[in-house]
Every structure is written in structure tokens, then in C-alpha cells.
């Protein structure tokens, strides 16, 4: 038996101010999503904009429905609505927040399983990493790919 360790890289900071301004931008954006989410039933408003290789911002947010599960999670919307959109641009970074009751969440929130598989699907069609945002008000994560939350994967390579 050996045991292998795996290592993901997560950085912190305490204020977007810490981060360009191209990132701020997608922040920004990713909050105004959120503001108009369709969360009729959880009330967790979820926002993500999704920075492409040609500059353009494509911003998504959850869907909802009286039958749970045919509801859709922001960073899907987004991530389908850029691909669908722009069928030959890569996914530069994604920035990811939730908007509650109380405000926008203190901690950030990261994507589902399902939202991470979307991305590393992406990452692998257009051969090219996804840098993710998280976005909380106490603290904001970055992490430079989506590896970095998804190290053991299903890729198309087992399709081989
Ligand atoms: N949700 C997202 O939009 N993104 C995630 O990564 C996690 C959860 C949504 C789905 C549902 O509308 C609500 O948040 C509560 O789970």
C-alpha cells in the first residue's frame, strides 16, 4: 500500500481591494447576478460572472423550480450561457458569490460537485485553466484552476 497526499492551493485575502481590477470587475458582476437569481424556495441567491479570453463578461445566476431538482445552479447557467454563446472562447476565470437573508455570505461559498465537473469540462474543451473567485465579505479565495477542488477527476482522457 502507498499513501499518496494531495495538495490543493487556496489563497486568502481579506478584501477585494487586494485583487486587480479586472478581478474587482468580476466580482462586481457576479454580486449584480446574484441580485437578480430566481431562489424562490432556498432564498440563496447564487451570482457568478464569467471572465473569457476575448475580455467579455458573461454573467449567470440559480434557477429554481417548484420540482427541486429541475433547477439549475448560477455558475452552470453562466458557464453554459458563455460556452453556448461564444462556442470558440475559452473560460478565463468565473467569480462566484451568494446573496441570503442576511446579506451577502461572510464566508465564501464554493461550487457543487456538479458545478466543478461543468468547469473541468470546460477547462478540457478549450485547453485552458479556469481561475476561480470566491467572493465572501470577510474573505475572498482564489484558487488558479479547478483542479485545485477537483484533484481526483472523471475526464474525457478515461474515455480512451
Ligand atoms: N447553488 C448554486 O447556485 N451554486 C452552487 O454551487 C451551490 C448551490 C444554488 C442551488 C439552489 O438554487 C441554492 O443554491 C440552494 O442550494
Same mark, same amino acid.
Given at each position: 500500500?502507498?499513501?499518496? &497526499?494531495?495538495?490543493s492551493?487556496?489563497?486568502e %485575502?481579506?478584501?477585494s481591494?487586494e485583487?486587480?481590477?479586472?478581478f474587482?470587475k468580476?466580482?462586481?458582476e457576479?454580486? #449584480?447576478?446574484?441580485?437578480t437569481?430566481?431562489?424562490? %424556495?432556498?432564498? $440563496?441567491?447564487?451570482?457568478?460572472?464569467?471572465?473569457?479570453?476575448?475580455?467579455?463578461?458573461?454573467?449567470? /445566476? /440559480?434557477q429554481?423550480n417548484?420540482?427541486?431538482?429541475?433547477?439549475l !445552479?448560477a &455558475?452552470?447557467?453562466?458557464? $453554459? %450561457?458563455a460556452?453556448s454563446k +461564444?462556442p470558440n472562447?475559452?473560460?478565463k476565470? =468565473?467569480a462566484?458569490?451568494?446573496?441570503?437573508?442576511?446579506?451577502f455570505?461572510k464566508? *465564501?461559498?464554493p *461550487? !457543487?460537485?456538479s458545478?466543478l #465537473?461543468?468547469?473541468l469540462?470546460s477547462e /478540457?474543451? +478549450?485547453?485552458n485553466?479556469?481561475?476561480v473567485?470566491?467572493y465572501? &465579505?470577510?474573505?475572498i479565495?482564489t484558487?488558479?484552476n =479547478?483542479? #485545485?477542488f477537483l484533484?481526483?477527476n $472523471?475526464?474525457? &482522457?478515461?474515455?480512451k
Open positions: 500500500m502507498e499513501k499518496r &497526499e494531495i495538495k492551493v487556496l489563497l %485575502y481579506k478584501s481591494t485583487l486587480s481590477d479586472v474587482q468580476l466580482i462586481d457576479a454580486k #449584480q447576478a446574484a441580485s437569481a430566481y431562489a424562490p %424556495y432556498s432564498k $440563496f441567491k447564487v451570482g457568478a460572472a464569467v471572465l473569457l479570453e476575448n475580455g467579455d463578461i458573461v454573467q449567470g /445566476n /440559480n429554481e417548484a420540482a427541486y431538482p429541475s433547477g !445552479c &455558475e452552470r447557467v453562466a458557464i $453554459f %450561457y460556452n +461564444y472562447v475559452a473560460i476565470s =468565473i462566484i458569490t451568494a446573496f441570503t437573508q442576511d446579506g455570505v464566508e *465564501p461559498i *461550487p !457543487c460537485g458545478c #465537473q461543468v468547469m469540462e /478540457n474543451r +478549450y485547453n485553466e479556469i481561475e473567485l470566491l465572501g &465579505e470577510d474573505k479565495i484558487a488558479k =479547478i483542479s #485545485q484533484p481526483v $472523471f475526464n474525457k &482522457e478515461m474515455l
